[in-house]
Structures are given as C-alpha cells and as structure tokens.
C-alpha cells in the first residue's frame, strides 16, 4: 500500500478556497486516490475519488498532477460546517480494508 | 438516500461482558465492514464479510470478536469478555461490490462503547 503524507491540521475562515495536498510518492500503476470526511462522532463519507488530470463533483475538485506522486482536494468557498477531517486513501482493488491515516483536521472559523 | 444505521448509539458495560454490536447495512450492498476509533485516534479496520464468511481481518480481531449476519437484514459485532481497551467508536460500514479503496464504502453513524 502506498503511504501517505498530508498535514495534520489547516484553519480557513469562510468562503475562502481550501486545498489540501496529500504526498503519496510510492503510488502504484494500479492505485487510485480518495478522499474521505469525517465530521465529529460521525463515521467517514466518500468525497471523490480519481485517477488522474482533475475530478469534479458538487462537493469537492481533485487535482493529480502527470507524476501521481500527489493530489490536491479543493473545497470552494467552504462554511462552518466543512470542519472536519480529510483523509487520502491511495490503493486498488487488493483487499477489502480501507487505510485511514490521521488525516487533515481542517477548522473553518468565520 | 439509503443509509446503515447501528444500534445502539452508545453502550455502557462492564469488564467482562458480553455486547453485541448491531448494524443494519444497506440493502443491496454484498459487502460489510467494521472499523473502531479509539478516541483521538485514527479509524482502524477490524474485519470485512462477504457471502456468510470473513474475508479480511485485522490483527485486531482476536478470538474475543466475531461477527455474524443472522438473517437477510442485520450484521452483528460480538466482543465476547470485554475489556477496557475495548472502548472506542465502532462503526459498520458496507458496500456494493468489495476490492480496497476502489469502491466507496458507506459508513453508520457508529456505536459508541464504554467498558468501565
């Protein structure tokens, strides 16, 4: 499995543009990128998920440069209610378990 | 939208106990999954099951546990004496088809366990 790297911690404040950045240098041919959210006391949600070039949906973009040595979740204009924390989670389809790391506890103030 | 749910939301129990852990996944999903978080610390996976019989685990998953689906609806997690490292949030998660992080999991709002 690929190990990843994102920073423990990140503050925004409201309406500003957010990105987080996760480093996976030993990413495989086969391994794809997601992203997951976990609000306090709830369990995780899928968010978006990407192989490689960009990946939009209504919640988040993700960016992958030509290398896949890292990815970048944007979250536009985020509120109060995008704190939570953000885990990259790099692998295929071996296994069944998902790897969470720490993560990224992102804190949104107004 | 369809969603797991868990039951009960918090449980309290002794050293020793037995609890059952339960989960309703979601209806048309094959796979099932149980993760604990101890408290300030990440999400740890403890097992997955697929067609009535395990087919990941972690070293977690000691004797002490076992799961179960014991009719077309419910999965259960059974921590058989507990102890209080045992306390933590366990949350049951499934999916429509199994195979890592390539297929979106969906996680229940989690049961939180307390052993005193």
């Known amino acids: 499995l690929a190990k990843t790297t994102q920073p423990i911690s990140m503050d925004s404040y409201e309406g500003q543009e957010v990105n987080i950045t996760c480093s996976h240098n030993n990413i495989a041919t086969n391994d794809y990128i997601t992203w997951y959210q976990q609000f306090p006391s709830q369990g995780p949600r899928f968010i978006i998920q990407?192989?490689?070039t960009k990946v939009t949906n209504e919640v988040a973009s993700l960016f992958i440069p030509a290398d896949r040595k890292s990815s970048t979740l944007s979250l536009p204009r985020v509120s109060l209610s995008d704190t939570a924390v953000y885990y990259c989670?790099?692998?295929?389809?071996?296994?069944?378990?998902?790897?969470f790391g720490k993560g990224t506890s992102l804190l949104v103030t107004p | 939208e369809p969603e797991v749910t868990q039951t009960p939301s918090h449980q309290v129990t002794q050293m020793g106990q037995e609890v059952i852990l339960r989960c309703v996944p979601i209806s048309n999903h094959l796979y099932f999954y149980w993760y604990r978080q101890i408290l300030g610390q990440k999400v740890e996976f403890l097992v997955s099951f697929y067609n009535n019989e395990i087919s990941e685990k972690s070293e977690i998953f000691d004797d002490q546990f076992s799961v179960e689906r014991p009719d077309g609806s419910n999965f259960t997690l059974k921590i058989r004496s507990t102890k209080l490292e045992d306390s933590a949030m366990y949350f049951c998660?499934?999916?429509?088809?199994?195979?890592?992080?390539?297929?979106?999991?969906?996680f229940g709002p989690g049961t939180r366990l307390t052993v005193t």
């Open positions: 989670l790099v692998g295929a389809n071996s296994g069944y378990a998902l790897n």
């Open positions: 990407g192989y490689k």
């Open positions: 998660a499934s999916s429509v088809t199994g195979g890592g992080s390539l297929y979106e999991q969906y």
